[in-house]
């Protein structure tokens, strides 16, 4: 499978109101994790808790919609949203963040995260931030 490029939206406070809101607006799958229910959780202050960390609508196989709120940060014109980059590979992954951020700002270097993925974050030097992420293959139980 090769890469896709997909919208992630970020809101103060909302997030689980607002992908609620758009699965009922145009059906699909919804599925919302809360800080509470990630092994970070412990990081966060209790009145964070129950922001979401990501969430994700799915109306199909193809057209997917991110979310999450920014647990803190104030939302303003510019951070509003990111592009996301699920890769088909690590490599292919390490290939875009080279490249995007020569001239740009790395936020996150590429690294293994806890919720199965490489993952690094870069904004280019266009002040577009990008998420790049590659899903590791999931071990069976027998493995």
Not at 30 to 51: E, G, H, M, R, S
Not at 56 to 85: C, F, I, K, W
Request: hydrophobic share 40%; with cysteine.
């Amino acid at each position: 499978m090769g890469s896709k490029i997909l919208a992630y939206v970020f809101y103060e406070t909302s997030c689980k109101d607002a992908m609620e809101f758009y699965q009922k607006a145009l059906g699909g799958e919804v599925q919302i994790q809360q800080i509470k229910d990630t092994p970070i959780a412990d990081k966060f202050t209790p009145a964070q808790q129950n922001l979401v960390m990501h969430a994700e609508l799915r109306l199909d196989g193809e057209t997917v919609l991110m979310a999450s709120d920014m647990m803190g940060d104030p939302v303003h014109s510019g951070n509003q949203y990111q592009l996301m980059v699920n890769c088909g590979s690590e490599e292919e992954l390490r290939r875009y963040f080279d490249s995007l951020s020569k001239g740009g700002t790395v936020i996150a270097d590429v690294r293994k995260e806890f919720w199965g993925a490489v993952y690094g974050q870069l904004k280019d030097k266009f002040g577009i931030e990008w998420m790049l992420n590659f899903n590791l293959p999931q071990k069976s139980p027998a493995q």
